[in-house]
């Protein structure tokens, strides 16, 4: 433990000891320390990432607001993306190495949120009303800050925290302390954002929020908790998001594994592994999955716009990365970077910054979201000494659930103080290691969650083996309106067999963009917003693209967004929902046959009539018997389909694909040419 103890010495001394970097990996019976050469670049393709022997090469603390690199909006409040180019580590044994962390207090004065309760509470509402209700998304993360200022030196109060989290928190995937010389990170993050070993791309979207602070769990509350619908679609949407990102830096998409449970000590979580295998370099990987749904929403265009709408404000280091980039023993890259959640920043000048958010989805009420920032904030507190340590197993009474209220500080920063302990904090004594996962009845509650999932994205899949030999040769062009469903849709398309080429609808739409003649299929993709508006410059192109497709004969399939798109093209009313269909699953009739499948949207088409006569044709409606929401149609050389068959919310999705597929497309001796010339 040389370095450890280095640092640890020049620290007490007050002595700057240079940027270093203090880690425990997921089940590590050990602690790295790192120091390195500081670097600041512009883009994540700047990340050095020199050559050497097998292991971590470069450490980089990756800020929110590099979401501008995939041209997504964010305000810009010019956090550094900041790396260190490590020297060789050094590891300590985990006991050994706490041992001698300082205990010292926390000292924290002006403490509190900076957004108050009831005002945070009002953007939930607004949040929810305002654009989930009107389609703009299925879910969005808006978040807060608990505020204060250290009394004393900021690294000996950060060392302090790390040695409580790293004895008093239960189920992190890293607890670190990162000293860039700009600013301290420390916390203990539950969440794998994306990892890269031996070839293989895994993520990792955690969701549903089990609240339990200052104890452990017990099993009866989180049965309910494993039964309550509004976790189980929260934790469903962040998983489809995920699914997308997975489409475009694994080969063959995402394979879906688990669900699992993550328990902390304050809180429990539900999660599922993603894993596929990928060649993109990883600081690609890194770029393309900026950043995760569970801290921002889906889709995640729209999300972005969302946020920066709400919060009207920088977010600091809050939803990016830490990102540990190196090589293996065959020289192949490496990459494990957890999410910058339940962390604390600290400035040189000791400002503390604890920023935390609630995901919002159409079940949510505004009074769960408020209290689910406090419970997500309680483990970085607590470590702080700003809040009490875990209580034992006996002090299990009281318990709340996701779906309910639990008390909290409303305290706005500046309105009071509030000082961590004036002698030493003992360590909290965590909760006896009692894995509810084992549970007989508890694991029965999470294999249920993938009753009605579509095997797709479950199973393993052979490439080549869902080929279709009648699809052999054909072409599609997928239109992206802004959701990356249409890279799962992509994925899908391919394993039937098809050529897929997927561009986003302004490419597709502006003046000699796209000649219908060279594709057999064009794909209407999904987006959000509101179909009818009149002026949006989306709509407009889109409207104006099918009148295009329509005109000409071309085979079209409308899915989402391009279903509303066809429908009204066609006379139909499109009409918002009262209550928004985002992450819906439900059995549908279409026409002869009946398929579970996965809703997102907040309008439909309607219709009170199987048949409608139109310019293009007649055209047959499978509806919804109750209120006449139009789930799909079918023309001479069109489909559409309201729900998204791509979903891992649609178990019949493949198999309605491919029977729409199979009236659209050209037969192999007509592939390629105009069925409608002129």
């Known amino acids: ?266 809180l429990t979580h539900t999660e599922y592994l993603l894993a596929g295998r990928g060649s993109h370099d990883v600081r690609e990987v890194l770029r393309e999955t900026m950043f995760a749904p569970t801290v921002t929403g889906s889709p995640m265009e729209n999300a972005c716009r969302v946020i920066a709408r709400h919060e009207r404000r920088g977010r600091g280091y809050y939803a990016g990365v830490l990102a540990l980039l190196g090589f293996d023993e065959a020289g192949r890259q490496t990459l494990d970077a957890p999410i910058l959640i339940r962390t604390a920043e600290i400035s040189p000048g000791a400002e503390l910054r604890v920023p935390v958010g609630a995901t919002l989805v159409r079940h949510s009420t505004a009074a769960a979201e408020v209290a689910e920032t406090h419970a997500k904030a309680a483990g970085v507190l607590t470590a702080l000494g700003l809040r009490p340590g875990p209580a034992g197993p006996a002090d299990r009474a009281g318990a709340t659930t996701g779906s309910s209220t639990t008390t909290g500080s409303s305290t706005t920063a500046g309105s009071s103080t509030t000082t961590g302990p004036a002698e030493p904090v003992t360590d909290p004594a965590p909760a006896a290691e009692v894995r509810l996962a084992d549970d007989p009845a508890v694991r029965a509650a999470l294999a249920a969650r993938n009753i009605g999932l579509a095997p797709f994205w479950l199973e393993q899949r052979t490439p080549g083996a869902t080929a279709r030999p009648e699809f052999g040769g054909l072409r599609v062009l997928v239109v992206d309106a802004e959701d990356t469903f249409t890279g799962m849709l992509a994925h899908q398309l391919r394993a039937l067999g098809l050529a897929v080429a997927v561009r986003p609808w302004a490419e597709v739409t502006r003046a000699g963009g796209f000649d219908p003649a060279t594709t057999d299929l064009t794909v209407l993709g999904p987006g959000p917003g509101d179909p009818g508006h009149p002026t949006d410059p989306k709509m407009v192109a889109l409207r104006g693209l099918v009148g295009r497709l329509l005109d000409a004969g071309s085979p079209t399939l409308g899915v989402c967004l391009g279903h509303q798109m066809l429908a009204a093209r066609l006379g139909l009313t499109l009409h918002r929902r009262a209550s928004p269909y985002q992450g819906v699953c439900r059995d549908v009739t279409l026409f002869d046959t009946v398929a579970r499948v996965g809703f997102y949207s907040s309008y439909t088409a309607l219709a009170d009539a199987d048949r409608l006569d139109t310019a293009y044709g007649p055209v047959g409606l499978a509806r919804d018997p109750v209120d006449g929401a139009v789930h799909a149609l079918r023309g001479p050389t069109y489909a559409g389909v309201q729900f998204h068959p791509e979903s891992v919310l649609s178990r019949d999705g493949i198999a309605v694909l491919t029977g729409m597929l199979g009236r659209l497309l050209p037969t192999p001796a007509t592939a390629h040419t105009p069925r409608y010339p002129g």
């Not at 393709?45 to 909006?73: C, K, M, N």
């Not at 041992?99 to 403490?111: G, I, M, N, S, T």
């Not at 690294?155 to 928190?169: D, H, I, N």
């Open 1 to 266: 433990m040389t370095l450890l103890n280095h640092l640890l010495h020049t620290i007490a001394s007050g002595a700057d000891p240079g940027p270093f970097a203090l880690l425990r990996r997921d089940g590590a019976a050990d602690l790295e320390i790192f120091t390195g050469v500081p670097r600041t670049v512009d883009r994540l393709a700047d990340i050095p990432l020199p050559a050497g022997p097998a292991g971590p090469r470069t450490l980089a603390v990756v800020p929110y607001r590099q979401i501008g690199e995939r041209g997504f909006a964010c305000v810009d409040d010019g956090a550094p993306l900041e790396c260190l180019v490590l020297d060789e580590p050094e590891r300590a044994p985990l006991a050994d190495a706490v041992a001698v962390l300082p205990e010292v207090p926390v000292p924290v004065r002006d403490a509190g949120f900076d957004i108050a309760d009831p005002e945070y509470a009002e953007i939930v509402a607004r949040v929810l009303r305002d654009e989930i209700g009107r389609g703009e998304g299925a879910n969005f993360v808006i978040h807060r800050c608990y505020l204060g200022t250290l009394a004393g030196p900021p690294l000996p109060a950060a060392l302090a925290a790390l040695r409580r989290l790293l004895t008093g928190e239960r189920g992190a995937y890293w607890t670190f302390l990162v000293h860039t010389g700009g600013r301290i990170l420390v916390g203990a993050s539950p969440e794998r954002h994306v990892s890269v070993e031996d070839g293989l791309v895994m993520m990792n979207p955690i969701s549903g929020t089990l609240r339990h602070p200052g104890r452990p769990a017990d099993r009866a509350e989180l049965l309910r908790f494993l039964a309550d619908q509004k976790e189980i679609d929260e934790l469903y949407m962040v998983l489809d998001e995920e699914l997308k990102m997975m489409a475009t830096v694994a080969e063959q998409g995402g394979q879906v594994i688990g669900p699992y449970l993550k328990e902390m000590a304050h």
